[in-house]
């Protein structure tokens, strides 16, 4: 008979459906969902209505403020917690649910700072529970498609790897409604975004980052843009009737899930999830570059820009026997809201905002951009050849079903390594505290004397 383990969930906000849902669904014969930690009693509240519609929980289950945690894991006898509270906070109940006795499961990053990974790692050291990082992106077929092109050989050994991330206004913006605009909450987006992503190339290059040169900054939301380019006189928020005509609003009326999980609960703790992306506070940037180094001698180069007009990411990876290519177009355009006008004072020349510009592309002609994958491999003087990437289903890119299958029923085969421990989530981290360090001193940073367990 197979042994359930008895999960918790910290924090009810929109990720923790993810993990109800899989405990409810495809895991519920080796997970059982038994407590909240949740100081919102509106969001637990959704979520014991969720449990009850998929059927795990006729009752509501015990809910403990983040305080309690140690007696929410005695009293409900918890094997696991699962933490999907703001990133500020990790730290904290990560090191806390441990020394209870517990292992975790923790959402990306790992925390946001040094002094927070110094702490998870002595903890983790001192109780011997284990610790998962939920990096999905390994999980997608198609970087699983370029780990497996780097690790047969086919293009030699990795001389340098060039990765763009482009976000787009839809998902871009949204860092900036919320309390990821704050820095120290989110650690900026070389923390919270980027982590996915320097753990990508990590894993692809099975390597150690060594030394880091970031530069960027807050160049299109916030304020002071809006207000070089005319858009002074902003809401504070964008629920109300404002929204319809501004395609920056998010209107949490318009969705019921997040009316329900935010709107609704604005009374008990004055959390705004839809804050104007053009108003104060944001002390993070939107445009960033960063260089690193690794302890093989190859050398990344990397960008994000958090405002573009399509989303996806292209990586190309240099060897000493050819090149590997990898292009992912996630959305090809943002389309507007019906009826809105264009942000920008200078554009509203042509019905609807679209606003005519010298050389503007025929708007008759075939999209340029087809929403997909592409994996291309060329070895020196050879053909360029395309490499099948198979479809993936869900969330990151078709990754969070495979990682869910790892994170509720263990690993026993797991040939390219997918499966994230404590080293990496520390290897990601430390990319990401150093560029921040890199940013402030203006020089470049070396990750090993953080004293991060990287090895």
């Known amino acids: 008979m197979t042994t359930r383990r008895r999960y918790a969930v910290a924090g009810l906000g929109n990720r923790a459906e993810m993990f109800v849902e899989a ?12 407590a909240w930690c949740e100081p919102n009693p509106t969001r637990a509240a959704y979520y014991d209505a969720r449990c009850a519609e998929l059927g795990i929980c006729a009752d509501p289950l015990p809910r403990y403020d983040p305080e309690a945690l140690e007696a929410m894991i005695a009293e409900q006898r918890v094997d696991v917690v699962i933490v999907t509270t703001p990133d500020y906070t990790h730290a904290d109940l990560v090191t806390r649910a441990m020394r209870a006795g517990a292992d975790v499961v923790v959402e990306k990053p790992l925390t946001i700072d040094l002094a927070g990974a110094l702490a ?6 001192e109780t011997g529970r284990d610790l998962t990082v939920t990096f999905n992106y390994r999980y997608s077929p198609r970087n699983s498609a370029l780990k497996e092109v780097l690790r047969s050989g086919v293009i030699g050994e990795v001389t340098s790897v060039h990765f763009e991330w482009v976000l787009d206004t839809r998902h871009g913006a949204d860092y900036f409604r919320r309390w990821h605009r704050l820095k120290e909450q989110s ?34 939301y916030g304020p002071e843009n809006a207000a070089a380019r005319g858009l002074e006189d902003r809401p504070v928020r964008g629920t109300g009737d404002h929204a319809a005509s501004d395609p920056f609003a998010l209107d949490l009326r318009d969705d019921p899930r997040l009316r329900d999980l935010y709107l609704e609960a604005e009374d008990h703790d ?8 053009f108003t104060g506070p944001i002390t993070i940037e939107d445009n960033l570059a960063v260089l690193v180094d690794y302890r093989s001698g190859a ?44 942000l920008d004072a200078s554009a509203h020349d042509e019905p609807g905002g679209a606003a005519r ?39 990151h890119g ?36 150093a560029a921040n360090a890199s940013l402030e001193s203006g020089n470049a940073e070396r990750v090993l004397e953080l004293g991060l367990p990287l090895h």
Do not use: C, M
């Open 270 to 277: 004055g959390y705004l999830r839809d804050l104007d992306v």
């Open 120 to 125: 998870i790692e002595e903890a983790r050291a």
């Open 23 to 34: 405990i409810a669904g495809p895991h519920q014969d080796v997970a059982e969902l038994v």
């Open 357 to 395: 510009t010298p050389g503007a592309v025929n708007e008759d002609l075939e999209p340029a951009r087809v929403r997909g994958n592409r994996l291309v491999v060329q070895q020196h003087w050879g053909e360029a050849r395309t490499v099948p990437v198979a479809e993936g289903a869900g969330g």
């Open 398 to 433: 078709g990754g969070d079903a495979a990682l869910l299958a790892h994170v509720f029923r263990g690993v026993s085969h797991d040939p390219l390594g997918l499966h994230a421990g404590p080293r990496d989530g520390f290897r990601s981290l430390a990319v990401g505290i």
């Open 187 to 220: 650690g900026g987006l070389l923390v919270h975004k980027s982590s996915h992503h320097f753990d990508l190339v990590n894993w692809w290059l099975d390597d150690v980052p060594s030394r880091v040169f970031a530069s960027g900054g807050l160049r299109f």
């Open 299 to 342: 050398t990344l180069t990397y960008s994000l820009n958090a405002h573009g007009p399509w989303e996806g990411y292209t990586v190309a990876v240099n060897g000493t026997g050819g090149r590997a290519e990898l292009s992912v177009v996630e959305r090809t355009s943002v389309p507007p809201f019906p009826g809105h006008g264009v």
